[in-house]
């Protein structure tokens, strides 16, 4: 068994507040960089750069997932990780039919850009992506799951669209048997406080910049067999560990 040390919510420049150095390329050699084997592009309400990323990472020989970070109608971040491309794809074209559609103002929010493998512009996304979908917090679990899907509340120890922030405890109503926080050092408290023993807590970076993705010194990985290597079956082992939590 091998340890993988993991980053399972980042953004690129897709995002509205993701910086442009966080093209696809650059995300998956900073990750083989920090040490990170695991990595999953998240931007906010699309995939659309996951196809770019998942050519980035066969270069790096990262392990990369396909995801999105799900504005709720709520204004609560989940995270949504799929173990295929094309299931995220899908999922992604869900979203769209679900999304508030308000035109981004580049000089306020930046420009969203679509990549593609080689970091070069094939589009922009128009409307702002940021912004609230009118999928409920106890439905998107639901439809992620339709594109074999996990999905778990994001950064639950932030203030800003975190679930508990939001809704003043933790939503367990929803039956989410995991979540994200940011900060490990809160994982007591917060387990503690809010009834998450049997929660399986996953820290992730949220990273908006390069220098905010997580590092391989962080203490908290996967253990996979990895022999023989194939990022599929890595993969497959990672999901099934996930829904067995």
């Given amino acids: 068994m091998t340890k993988f040390y993991y980053d399972l919510h980042v953004h690129s420049c897709l995002s509205p507040c993701g910086d442009a150095d966080n093209t696809p390329n650059n ?6 960089l920090n040490g990170v084997r695991i990595m999953a592009l998240t931007d906010h309400n699309t995939s659309r750069n996951c196809p770019a990323f998942f050519a980035a990472a066969e270069r790096y020989g990262i392990i990369p997932i396909a995801g999105m970070e799900l504005t709720t109608s709520e204004d609560i971040h989940a995270v949504c990780l799929f173990e295929t491309l094309d299931d995220a794809l ?3 074209d869900e979203v769209d039919t679900r999304r508030v559609r308000v035109k981004n ?3 306020i929010f930046g420009e969203q850009l679509i990549l593609d493998e080689n970091d070069e512009v094939i589009g922009h996304e128009e409307d702002l992506l940021i912004n609230a979908t009118t999928i409920a917090l106890d439905e998107a679990p639901q439809i992620a799951a339709k594109y074999n899907g ?3 509340p994001a950064h639950i120890d932030r203030p800003a669209n ?6 003043g405890d933790f939503p367990h109503y929803v039956g989410f048997h995991l979540a994200e926080l940011h900060d490990q050092s809160n994982k007591d408290a917060y387990v503690s406080k809010y009834g998450l023993q049997n929660i399986r807590l996953l820290f992730s970076s949220d990273a908006h910049y390069l220098d905010q ?3 391989g010194t962080d203490n ?3 253990e996979v067999d990895d022999e023989p290597f194939n990022a599929e079956r890595i993969r497959h082992e990672l999901f099934e560990d996930l829904r067995s939590s």
Avoid: P, S, V
Wanted: proline share 0%; charged share 25%; aromatic share 18%.
């Fill in 162 to 167: 975190g679930a508990i922030e939001i809704l």
């Fill in 213 to 215: 993705l997580r590092e």
């Fill in 27 to 32: 995300l998956a050699g900073m990750a083989f």
């Fill in 150 to 152: 996990i999905c778990y």
């Fill in 220 to 222: 908290d990985w996967f």
């Fill in 90 to 92: 899908a999922f992604n």
């Fill in 105 to 107: 103002r580049e000089d």
